[in-house]
C-alpha cells in the first residue's frame, strides 16, 4: 500500500520527527496511513509515484459546501497538474460521487457565462458535500485538451461565422479532433490514494464513463449534472447534445438572437511586432457575468425599454425592479437591478421588457497570446474603444488555481471583479491574466508552500520558498507590459495594485513598469475601499 506523507505539525527546529502521533492527523489523511506512529524520517517527505503521476502536496480548501482537501499531482511526462478534492473519508466508503472536471479560465476565473463549466464545477462539488465523501478531479486540460490558445481560436471561428459554426465544426476547420482529454492519471491517482470503491460519475459525457471503465475503474452509475441554459451559452449546449452528451435542456429552449457589440475578424496567427517571442493566436468576445445585479447600458437601450416612461417609478415600491441609477461617462447608465424582482415578471422580453436587463453582460475582448520562450499562454482582456486621450484602467491580475473553486473566503476573485467594475464604469480598460502560480515558480511550489504553512513547517512564503530552493518571485513582468502596451492608445494609463504596500513590495513588478515607459497618471487601490 502506498502511504502519503504525514501532514502532522512539526516545529523550526525538527524538520524530521521520527514519530507520529496518529490522532494529530487530519481523518482524510489517517485513513490513507497503515500506521503513521511507525513512519520513520526517510518515509515523512516521500512522494509517490504510480505510472506517470507523482503526489506533490496536500492543502485544505474550505469551500462554500465544507471543507475539502486537495491532494495535488503531477504528471511527469506532460508536467500537467492534477488535482484530486477530497471530501469525506475515501478510504473507507464503499462508494464515492466523482466527477472528472477539465479546466476553464474563462468561465471560473474570468467570469464569461458563454459555457456551463463553472455550473457544473460548483454543482458537483455541492453534490459531492451532500453524498458526505467524494473526489473531485480537476485536469488542467483546457478547451477539451487542445489548451487555451487553440481553444481562442476555435471561439474566434465560431463568433465570426454568426454561430453557424459549431465548437466541433471549428475544430475540424482547425484540423483538431474533438477531444484530445486523457485520464489515466486518475487510475494512478486511485491506486496512490489506496482507494477501493465503486464509482458514482457526475457527468453528461458517456465518453468520461468508458474512459473510467477502461482504467480500470468500476462505474455504479452516472447522475446527470445539468443547469438551466443561457442566452450566451445554449448554442453551444446544442453542440454538445449533437456530439453525444446526454442533455435535455437545450431542446427547452429557442436559440437566442445574440448580437456582438462589434465583428469578430478571423486572422492567421502572427507574431507580434516589437516582442516576437509572443504569437498573437486568436481574438474574439467573452460575456462575463454582471457583478452584484450592476449593468451598465447605453441610454438608447434605456429608452428602448421605457418608451415615453421615466426611470424613476421603476425604483420605487416594495420590490422595485430598479434599485438605484447613476449617469456614468459615455452616455451610460448604471443600473443596480434586483434580479429576482425582475425575474417575478416574467423572463420573456416581450411580457416584460426589463428582462432583457438579465441577460446584458459586460463584453470584453480576449486575446491569446502564446509564447515559445515559457511555452504559456498569455490572456488579455479589453473592454471598449478608448481613445488617444482617454486613460484606460489596467489591472495584472495574478492567478490562482484554487481560487477557481467556490472558497469561502475569495479576496482573489473579489478584487479581479472589483477591477472589472471599474474598467466598465470608466469605459475602457484592460486586465493581463498572469496565471502562474506561486509567482512564477508553479503550482507544485504553491501548493507545497501552502502545505509547509498549514503544518507549521514554514512561518510564511518567504521561508517555504528558501526550503524549496526558489527565488521568491519569478513572474516575467517584462513580458506582460510588453504585451499589455500593444492594447493601449497611449503610453497614459490608470493603474489598479491591492494597496500601495504592494506596489512596494513588489520590487521585480516596479522595476519593469518604470522600464516599460508606461505613464501612470492615477493609482486605483482596493484595499482602501474595502
Known amino acids: 500500500m502506498s502511504t502519503l506523507p504525514s ?32 513512519l520513520d524520517e526517510s518515509e515523512i517527505d516521500r512522494h509517490p509515484v504510480h505510472g506517470t503521476t507523482v503526489y506533490l502536496a496536500h492543502t485544505q480548501v474550505p469551500t462554500r459546501y465544507g471543507d475539502f482537501c486537495a491532494c495535488i499531482f503531477q504528471d511527469i511526462i506532460h508536467k500537467g497538474y492534477i488535482i484530486a478534492l477530497t471530501y469525506g473519508d475515501i478510504k473507507e466508503a464503499d462508494l464515492l460521487h466523482t466527477r472528472m472536471h477539465s479546466s476553464c479560465v474563462t468561465s471560473e476565473t474570468l467570469g464569461g457565462c458563454d459555457c456551463d463549466c463553472v455550473q457544473q464545477l460548483e454543482g458537483a462539488m455541492e453534490k459531492i458535500a451532500e453524498s458526505g465523501h467524494g473526489i473531485l478531479f480537476y485536469l488542467l486540460q483546457e478547451g477539451r485538451g487542445v489548451g487555451y490558445s487553440a481553444k481562442a481560436r476555435d471561439r474566434m471561428l465560431v463568433q465570426a461565422s454568426g454561430d453557424t459554426l459549431s465548437t466541433f465544426d471549428a475544430y475540424k476547420t482547425l484540423g483538431l479532433k474533438k477531444d484530445y482529454r486523457q485520464y489515466l492519471n486518475i487510475a494512478d491517482i486511485v491506486h496512490i490514494l489506496d482507494i477501493d470503491a465503486k464509482w458514482v460519475v457526475l457527468t453528461n459525457n458517456p465518453d468520461k464513463v468508458e474512459a473510467m471503465q477502461r482504467n480500470g475503474l468500476t462505474v455504479e452509475r452516472t447522475e446527470s449534472i445539468e443547469y438551466e441554459p443561457g442566452p450566451f451559452n ?64 447605453s441610454y438608447d437601450l434605456v429608452r428602448e425599454i421605457l418608451g415615453d416612461e421615466e426611470l424613476e417609478p421603476y425604483t420605487m415600491g416594495p420590490e422595485p425592479m430598479i434599485r438605484e441609477f447613476k449617469s456614468i461617462r459615455g452616455n451610460r447608465l448604471i443600473l443596480k437591478i434586483d434580479s429576482k424582482a425582475i425575474e417575478a415578471r416574467g423572463k420573456d ?29 498569455f490572456v488579455v482582456l479589453t473592454h471598449g474603444n478608448p481613445k488617444s486621450y482617454d486613460r484606460p484602467i489596467v489591472r495584472i491580475q495574478s492567478e490562482s488555481i484554487l481560487n477557481r473553486f467556490p472558497v469561502k473566503v475569495d479576496e482573489n476573485k473579489a478584487k479581479y471583479n472589483r477591477a472589472i467594475q471599474h474598467i466598465v464604469r470608466y469605459g475602457s480598460g484592460a486586465v493581463v491574466l498572469v496565471y502562474q502560480d506561486g509567482r512564477g515558480a508553479g503550482f507544485g511550489a504553491f501548493s507545497l508552500d501552502r502545505m509547509f504553512r498549514e503544518q507549521n513547517r514554514s512561518y510564511d512564503t518567504r521561508e517555504s520558498y528558501r526550503k524549496l530552493g526558489v527565488p ?12 499589455l502596451k500593444s492594447h493601449l492608445p497611449s503610453m497614459n494609463i490608470q493603474m489598479v495594485m491591492n494597496s500601495p504596500n504592494s506596489l512596494i513590495e513588489k520590487n521585480e513588478y516596479a522595476q519593469a513598469l518604470h522600464r516599460s515607459g508606461l505613464n501612470v497618471v492615477d493609482w486605483i487601490f482596493l484595499e482602501s475601499e474595502t
Open 7 to 38: 501532514s502532522s505539525a512539526e516545529s523550526s527546529t525538527q524538520q524530521h520527527p521520527t514519530h507520529i502521533d496518529i490522532h494529530n492527523l487530519p481523518d482524510w489523511l489517517r485513513a490513507y496511513s497503515v500506521d503513521a506512529s511507525v
Open 234 to 297: 445554449l448554442f453551444y449546449l446544442k453542440s454538445k447534445q449533437e456530439s453525444g452528451h446526454v442533455l435535455s435542456r437545450p431542446n427547452e429552449l429557442p436559440l437566442a438572437d445574440i448580437r456582438l457589440p462589434e465583428a469578430v475578424v478571423p486572422f492567421k496567427p502572427v507574431r507580434l511586432e516589437h516582442a516576437e517571442r509572443f504569437i498573437y493566436m486568436a481574438s474574439y468576445l467573452l460575456p462575463i457575468r454582471p457583478i452584484d445585479d450592476e449593468i451598465v447600458v
Open 349 to 377: 422580453p416581450k411580457e416584460n421588457p426589463f428582462a432583457r436587463l438579465l441577460f446584458e453582460p459586460y463584453w470584453f475582448r480576449v486575446h491569446v497570446y502564446y509564447d515559445i520562450v515559457s511555452g504559456d499562454d
Open 472 to 483: 521568491f518571485d519569478q513572474r516575467d513582468y517584462e513580458c506582460v507590459f510588453q504585451i
